[in-house]
C-alpha cells in the first residue's frame, strides 16, 4: 500500500492542494506552523544530501523541534535550485524496493543557491549568529585532497582563487571565509559536519581548513586559527544510503504515487544509516529520534563502510562495466563478479577490520547484497563508477599496505584498478564499451593523456602510479602491486573481463 509521509506546513501549496487530489491512501505528519527557522547550512545540494540528512533533519524537527531549517547551496547543480524553488522548495524522496512504495516529503529547505555568483550569500548565510551547523556532502573530490601531500592540494587553480580572495569555487575556501567572517563580528560556536565518504571526514575537513588558514595573509590567517581552536568543533561521521541520479521513470513513479508532477524527485533504496559523534559546539536537531546512532565508535563503521560497502561498490562497477551491464544488480548477478566480491570481501577487506561494538558484520554483508540486487532501483553502474580517482585511494589503500606488509598479493584489490583504468583511460586500440564510457572522472582527461602517450600498458600503469595523479606515493611504492595491476590490465586487454577475473579469483 502505498504512503506518504508528509513533514512540511500547512501554507505549503504545491504540496497540499495536489495532496488532497490523489486517490492512494495518504498518511500526513505536519509541522504546527511552518518550516523552522534555518539553523543549518549544507554545502552540496544533490540527491544525496536530500535523501539522507534532509530527511533526518525533518524527521527530528517533526519529533522534537527546534530552528534547524536547512539553507542549501549547489557549486554546480543550478537546475536542482530551480527546480525545487519553482515547487516551494519542496520535493519528494522515493524509496524504492521490490516490497515497498513510500514517498517522503521533507519540507525541510529554507532557502537554494547554486553557482558561484551566489557564493557569498551563502558565506553570508553561514556567518549569521543563527547558523549553528555547516553540512558537506560535495564528494571526495569536493576536498581537494592532493594524494603527493596527503593534505589540501594548494596548487589546484580553484584553491589558488580561493586564497587569493578574487572568487570562491571550494567548499575548504566557502567555509573558511565564512569562519573568518563569524570571528570577526560575534565569534559564536558553530559545528562543520562532513557527511562525505572520507576516512575520518570530521578531522579531514578540519586538517584541510587549517591548512588553507596557514596559507591565508598573516592577518586573515591568525584570526581563523584562533577561532578554529577556540568556537569550532568537527565531529566524525558515517553515511550509508544508496542514492542513484534521477531519471525519466523516478518523475513517473513519483507522480503515479504522489498524484502531482514533482519534476525533481530524488530515489532511494529504503535502507538508511547515520552514525554520528556527538560533538556539537552550537547544538543540533534530535536525530537521535529520526534514526541516528551517536556513537565514540565512528571511525570503526566508517572504515568498515568505506571498505565492505564502498570498495565492493567499486569492484561491481568497473566489472560491470566492462562486462557491459548497464545497472548494478545487473553487474553483481554475474556469477564471476559476485565471486570476485564474495573474495574481496572475505580474504581482503574482512582481515584490515575492527568490527565496531555490536554489529553483526555477516548480518551487514548479507544486507550488502540484498541492496545490490535491488532491480526496481536499479541503480546505474556508471554512477556508481564515476570519480574513481578520489575513491578508491580512500577503499584500497590501507588494504593494500596491509596484506603487503604481511606477504600477500591483493589480487581483487589489484583488479579493481586495473578495471577502473581499462574502464576510464582505455590503451590505444582497447573499447570498454558504452556504459565504461559513461562513467565521469575529475582525473579522466589527464589519465586519457597518459594512456595515448603510453605504450604499453606496463608504460600506462608506470607513469599513472609514478605521477601520485591517484595514489600516494606509499601506495605507489608497494612492492608488487604495480605489476599486478599492470598483468590483469593486460589480461582484461587480451583476454575480456570474465576470464581475467576468473584468474584474479584464483589468485
Known amino acids: 500500500m502505498d504512503y506518504y509521509l508528509l513533514i512540511t506546513a500547512p501554507a505549503r501549496e504545491w504540496t497540499m492542494a495536489n495532496l488532497q487530489r490523489s ?8 509541522l504546527p506552523d511552518g518550516a523552522p527557522a534555518n539553523g543549518i547550512v549544507h554545502l552540496g545540494l544533490g540527491n544525496f544530501h536530500r535523501a539522507h540528512l534532509a530527511i533526518y533533519t525533518a524527521k527530528a524537527v517533526a519529533a522534537a523541534g527546534g530552528e534547524w531549517g536547512i ?3 549547489s557549486f554546480r547543480n543550478k537546475t536542482i535550485s530551480d527546480e525545487m524553488k519553482s515547487q516551494d522548495l519542496l520535493y519528494s524522496v522515493v524509496d524504492i524496493a521490490p516490497d515497498i512504495q513510500t514517498i517522503t516529503i521533507p519540507g525541510i529547505h529554507t532557502t537554494v543557491y547554486a553557482g558561484p555568483d551566489e557564493a557569498p550569500m551563502v558565506i553570508a548565510e553561514i556567518a549569521k549568529d543563527s547558523t549553528k551547523i555547516v553540512t558537506l556532502t560535495v564528494t571526495e573530490a569536493g576536498y581537494k585532497i ?4 596527503n593534505g589540501l592540494d594548494l596548487d589546484l587553480a580553484e584553491v589558488k582563487s580561493d586564497l587569493a580572495g578574487t572568487t570562491t569555487l571550494t567548499a575548504i575556501g566557502l567555509i ?26 570530521g578531522d579531514r575537513t578540519k586538517q584541510l581548513i587549517t591548512e588553507f588558514a596557514h596559507a591565508l595573509a598573516s592577518d586573515q590567517s591568525q584570526i581563523l586559527l584562533e577561532y578554529l581552536t577556540s568556537s569550532v568543533t568537527f565531529p566524525n561521521s558515517m553515511v550509508d544510503r544508496i542514492v542513484p541520479g534521477t531519471e525519466a521513470r523516478h518523475i513517473e513513479m513519483a507522480e503515479a504515487r504522489l498524484g502531482v508532477h514533482d519534476s525533481t524527485p530524488v530515489p532511494a533504496e529504503p535502507f538508511t544509516m547515520w552514525i554520528v559523534e556527538d560533538h556539537f559546539a552550537a547544538g543540533r536537531p534530535a536525530w537521535e529520534k529520526a534514526g541516528a546512532i551517536f556513537s565514540d565508535e565512528v571511525e570503526l563503521f566508517e572504515i568498515l563502510k568505506l571498505r565492505l560497502l564502498n570498495g565492493s561498490h567499486s569492484l561491481i562497477a568497473y566489472l560491470g562495466g566492462l562486462a557491459q551491464t548497464p545497472t548494478i544488480p545487473e553487474s553483481r548477478f554475474q556469477p564471476y563478479i559476485e565471486a570476485a566480491v564474495r573474495k574481496l570481501l572475505s580474504d581482503e577487506l574482512l582481515p584490515t577490520l575492527t568490527v565496531p561494538t555490536g554489529l553483526d558484520v555477516n548480518n551487514y554483508i548479507a544486507q550488502l547484497f540484498s541492496r ?7 541503480d546505474r553502474t556508471s554512477r556508481v563508477g564515476s570519480d574513481g580517482s578520489t575513491k578508491l585511494p580512500q577503499r584500497f589503500a590501507g588494504p593494500a599496505q596491509f596484506h603487503i606488509a604481511n606477504g600477500h598479493m591483493p589480487h581483487i584489490s589489484a583488479l579493481t584498478v586495473a578495471a577502473y583504468l581499462a574502464c576510464i583511460a582505455p590503451l590505444n586500440g582497447f573499447d570498454p564499451g558504452p556504459v565504461a564510457a559513461e562513467m565521469k572522472d575529475p582525473s579522466k582527461e589527464k589519465l586519457v593523456a597518459i594512456a595515448s602517450a603510453s605504450a604499453s600498458a606496463t608504460e600506462f600503469v608506470a607513469t599513472v602510479f609514478e605521477s601520485n595523479l591517484i595514489f600516494s606515493p606509499e601506495i605507489s611504492a608497494l612492492p608488487g602491486f604495480k605489476d599486478q595491476v599492470v598483468a590483469y590490465l593486460q589480461s582484461i586487454i587480451d583476454n575480456g573481463v570474465e576470464a581475467t577475473t576468473l584468474k584474479a579469483i584464483a589468485g
Not at 23 to 30: C, H, Q, R, Y
Not at 146 to 149: E, H, L, P, R
Open 176 to 201: 573558511a571565509r565564512a569562519l573568518i567572517l563569524r570571528a570577526q563580528s560575534h565569534r559564536l560556536p558553530i559545528t562543520i559536519l562532513s557527511c562525505d565518504n572520507l576516512s575520518s571526514n
Open 372 to 378: 545490490w540486487s535491488n532491480t526496481v532501483l536499479g
Open 23 to 30: 486517490t492512494a491512501p495518504s498518511k500526513a505528519m505536519l
Open 146 to 149: 592532493s594524494q603527493k601531500t
Open 71 to 73: 539553507a542549501a547551496f
